[in-house]
């Protein structure tokens, strides 16, 4: 058991993604004002030279949580690991340009946005193309079931059945064609995301089913009702959902106006489903490459 504790790393780790109440546009993450009687303390951001370090996976796992004061989802628990399922995504190499742009824009009119889950203030990355270029390359997630502790007994188990039951799956294509803010449950944070509303919606939907009878037999809280699958870019905190929907729908009002705004935003093409419990991921459907 310690074995297997010490392969999972520190027990209740937090994931680094964000769940989706569709009822209020939320997000299932806890803020950052010292929930469970920690003290909150704010560090600098990292040094933009440590984006040279990103690997060949675009990963920016380097810069955890650091830059910014938040609180875990859940509090900690011995023996407890944080639980993601989800479809991992890459932007394309153009999109990820017409995205900067965006990106660009709103953060010149809406500050102290920072890059999901490396939390790198946005304002530091867009004083320079290649490193927002490359930040965007790394890898998103579209959540298909809540971040939730796991106890380590479950591990095994919940792993098997969410193979038995999302082995086989036939190779689809993903639409994300839609800006939209998110807020998360209490309110401490707002998302920039890209939302999936039509190529990619009913497989998604049918997957989150999958792995909500999984949950359900291992007593872990199912995903919110009709969910709303997408991939969040940039977060800030409090709820500016006002002010970032403004920002961005001004933006795409402007490029409309240009010619530049097509019904969708990119397309990928789905390729397997991960699951990531601590710091271990477990590969649960994956495709072989065309």
């Given at each position: 058991m310690d074995a297997l504790r010490a392969s999972y790393g520190d027990s209740s780790s937090d994931s680094d993604t964000d769940d989706l109440s569709p009822a209020a546009e939320n997000h299932g993450e806890v803020s950052t004002s010292g929930?469970?009687?920690?003290?909150?303390?704010?560090?600098?951001?990292?040094?933009?030279?440590?984006?040279?370090?990103?690997?060949?996976?675009?990963?920016?796992?380097?810069?955890?949580?650091k830059t910014v004061t938040r609180v875990r989802n859940f509090p900690h628990v011995d023996g407890n690991y944080a639980l993601h399922v989800y479809i991992p995504v890459f932007i394309p190499l153009l999109t990820k340009k017409e995205i900067?742009?965006?990106?660009?824009?709103?953060?010149?009119?809406?500050?102290?946005?920072h890059l999901v889950e490396a939390d790198i203030p946005l304002s530091i990355l867009c004083n320079d193309d290649q490193k927002l270029d490359h930040a965007l390359g790394r890898e998103f997630h579209i959540s298909l079931g809540r971040s939730v502790p796991l106890r380590v007994h479950q591990i095994n188990s919940l792993v098997s059945m969410l193979r038995q039951k999302l082995q086989l799956h036939k190779r689809y294509w993903i639409d994300f064609n839609k800006w939209q803010v998110f807020v998360n449950d209490d309110s401490?944070?707002?998302?920039?995301s890209l939302e999936i509303t039509t190529s990619g919606l009913s497989e998604i939907s049918k997957q989150i089913d999958?792995?909500?009878?999984?949950?359900?037999?291992?007593?872990?809280?199912?995903?919110?009702?009709?969910?709303?699958?997408?991939?969040?870019?940039?977060?800030?905190?409090?709820?500016?959902?006002?002010?970032?929907?403004?920002?961005?729908?001004?933006?795409?009002?402007?490029?409309?106006?240009?010619?530049?705004v097509q019904n969708r935003i990119f397309t990928s093409k789905f390729s397997g489903i991960e699951c990531k419990i601590g710091n271990k991921t477990h590969k649960i459907c994956k495709l072989p490459d065309e």
């Open positions: 929930k469970h009687g920690k003290e909150s303390i704010s560090l600098p951001p990292p040094p933009l030279s440590l984006l040279e370090s990103i690997g060949s996976t675009g990963s920016l796992d380097v810069y955890s949580t900067a742009c965006v990106l660009m824009r709103v953060a010149s009119l809406v500050p102290h946005l401490t944070r707002s998302f920039l999958a792995v909500n009878e999984v949950y359900k037999l291992h007593n872990l809280p199912e995903f919110y009702k009709d969910p709303r699958p997408h991939i969040s870019l940039v977060w800030a905190l409090g709820d500016i959902r006002t002010s970032l929907k403004g920002a961005v729908d001004g933006e795409l009002k402007k490029l409309r106006a240009g010619g530049c």
